[in-house]
């Protein structure tokens, strides 16, 4: 290790702010993006059910009509 | 089909875009009076004295020229979509890039051109010292075929969208950057007494380029839109 | 290899193929850039003329780096969604634009950040970050073009269109800004002009490019995922996926 503690790692040589900046941005950029596919594929799971939901409600519709 | 007779169909098509433009002269006129009001605007936010002026006449009268481009651009194919003859224009016999070239031809006709017109007017409005006017022009000849064939690249994308303005701009204003870069520096370098050749033979080449690979990219765009 | 491709063409069959590769890029991808990083910010020794600050390296040149290369990636699916008209490469531009557009904020972002302690501003009109800025406004207009059609398919014909456009003016863009840039000789970069890396610091950034690699597919291949489902919503196998 290039360090001799934690206090150095965090303090950087005097750049800690510029280098944790960066690094902490990157992270949360990343983060974003993940959770923003995993939200889009939580919606698509709530459209499936409503689709598929909807149809049921036709079939059923449809069923009563022809039985009456 | 034979060359003559696409060279025919070419020109009636130019001629009937002429003639529809023409009937409305505001359009126009009005991105010329855009483009007067806002050179005006800069002396009186920066101040009128030469020596600031002068530095940065031909930024801005670039930046405007850009401007204005972008301003009437949503019309270029608009009112040929809205009648079904963007669609008829696609069946025709003829190759789609070709009638694209002829359709950049006359937008340049009635944009370009009167810009290049009026750069005298606003090279002295802004005080651009006399060493630089044949090379703004130069410039401007070269640059705004340019400006012509990326606007329709951008509005043949967009012409089947309802509301396409603030995206065309999107679309359109990162493609224009090369072009802004070299012609100001050319008449950078002319005002400062250094040779512009390389730069003007640099725009020559970008407006060949764009010429010869725009159209293909407008014909596509037509296709996909009309779909 | 066409017809081992063709079965790729329709959705599911990529859709079950991405998903036997997801884990295995995600796991590759967070195991290397934890090696790679960890290594870069504790191990590596610090830079002779920069400091510690010369760390942001390992994370702004793979960025840097796979903003463009993603870019052309981008444009190859074009190329092959107008060309074949594969509904699936259709849709990967749609799935890698948001991918590049984050990796070319990520790359501006601490190019900005690494600016303020060595050039002593956090905005240079450097070469660099200019072609980075205007990369991100082409990768904004795509994205923005393929959601302004009510219709998925023209969107992502139009959007493959203008990726085109673009790749065709990327290295025009590069290379006049670049020329601007020597014409307007701003403030001194000479701290970034060193000799090649020492190799004690180039391994741990060889490590974070792969990284970066491996991290970008698994993005797209979930990006993408989505992107089928989304396009196949009405279809059965859809429905079922999505139940469990």
């Known amino acids: 290790m290039s360090f001799s503690g934690w206090n150095e790692v965090i303090n950087m040589g005097g750049y800690g702010f510029f280098v944790w900046l960066s690094f902490g941005v990157t992270l949360a950029a990343l983060a974003a993006l993940m959770i923003h596919g995993l939200i889009t594929r939580r919606s698509l799971q709530q459209q499936s059910k409503l689709q598929q939901q909807r149809q049921q409600r036709l079939a059923r519709r449809k069923q009563q009509e022809r039985s009456r | 089909m034979n060359r003559a007779s696409t060279w025919a169909l070419v020109k009636i098509l130019m001629r009937r875009d002429l003639k529809v433009a023409l009937r409305r002269r505001s359009d126009i006129v009005n991105p010329l009076l855009f483009v007067i009001m806002v050179v005006s605007l800069f002396p009186l936010a920066v101040g009128p004295g030469p020596d600031v002026l002068g530095r940065i006449a031909a930024g801005v009268i670039w930046v405007t020229a850009l401007l204005a481009a972008l301003l009437g651009s949503e019309r270029l194919f608009r009112d040929d979509y809205l009648d079904g003859s963007l669609e008829q224009m696609t069946l025709l016999p003829v190759p789609l890039p070709v009638l694209a070239l002829a359709k950049i031809f006359v937008h340049w006709l009635l944009s370009g051109l009167p810009l290049v017109i009026l750069t005298p007017l606003t090279a002295l409005l802004l005080k651009l010292p006399v060493e630089g006017w044949s090379t703004l022009l130069l410039t401007l000849l070269l640059g705004t075929p340019v400006l012509s064939a990326l606007t329709a690249i951008g509005a043949a994308l967009t012409v089947s969208l309802g509301r396409g303005g603030a995206l065309l701009s999107l679309l359109l204003l990162p493609l224009f950057i090369p072009l802004l870069i070299f012609a100001a520096a050319a008449v950078e370098g002319a005002l400062v007494g250094a040779p512009v050749v390389g730069q003007v033979v640099l725009l020559a080449g970008l407006m060949v380029l764009t010429l010869t690979l725009a159209p293909l990219a407008v014909a596509g765009a037509i296709r996909v839109s009309v779909n | ?244």
């Not at chain 3, 990636?73 to 490469?89: E, K």
């Not at chain 3, 014409?183 to 000799?195: N, R, S, V, Y």
């Open chain 3, 1 to 244: 290899m066409w017809r081992w491709l063709h079965p790729y063409a329709k959705g599911e069959a990529t859709y079950r193929l991405l998903g036997r590769w997801l884990p295995w890029l995600t796991g590759s991808a967070v195991l290397t850039l934890a090696v790679g990083l960890i290594w870069g910010l504790l191990y590596a020794p610090p830079d002779y003329q920069q400091g510690d600050s010369y760390r942001i390296i390992y994370i702004h040149v793979p960025a840097a780096i796979f903003s463009m290369g993603t870019y052309t990636a981008m444009a190859i699916a074009a190329l092959i969604a107008l060309v074949w008209q594969i509904r699936t490469a259709e849709w990967a531009i749609a799935a890698i634009a948001p991918v590049g557009a984050v990796l070319t904020f990520i790359a501006l972002f601490t190019g900005a950040v690494w600016g303020k302690p060595m050039w002593g501003t956090w905005w240079e009109w450097d070469a660099r970050l200019t072609s980075e800025l205007i990369l991100l406004f082409l990768y904004l207009g795509v994205i923005a073009l393929y959601h302004a059609f009510s219709d998925s398919r023209t969107g992502a014909k139009a959007a493959g269109i203008l990726a085109l456009v673009g790749v065709v003016n990327v290295p025009i863009i590069h290379y006049s800004v670049y020329w601007w840039n020597s014409l307007h000789q701003g403030a001194t970069i000479t701290k970034f002009e060193k000799p090649s890396m020492a190799t004690s610091m180039l391994i741990p950034l060889l490590i974070c490019l792969l990284g970066f690699a491996l991290m970008t597919a698994a993005f797209v291949c979930q990006r993408l995922r989505n992107e089928i489902l989304r396009q196949e919503l009405h279809r059965s196998w859809v429905q079922q996926e999505l139940d469990q």
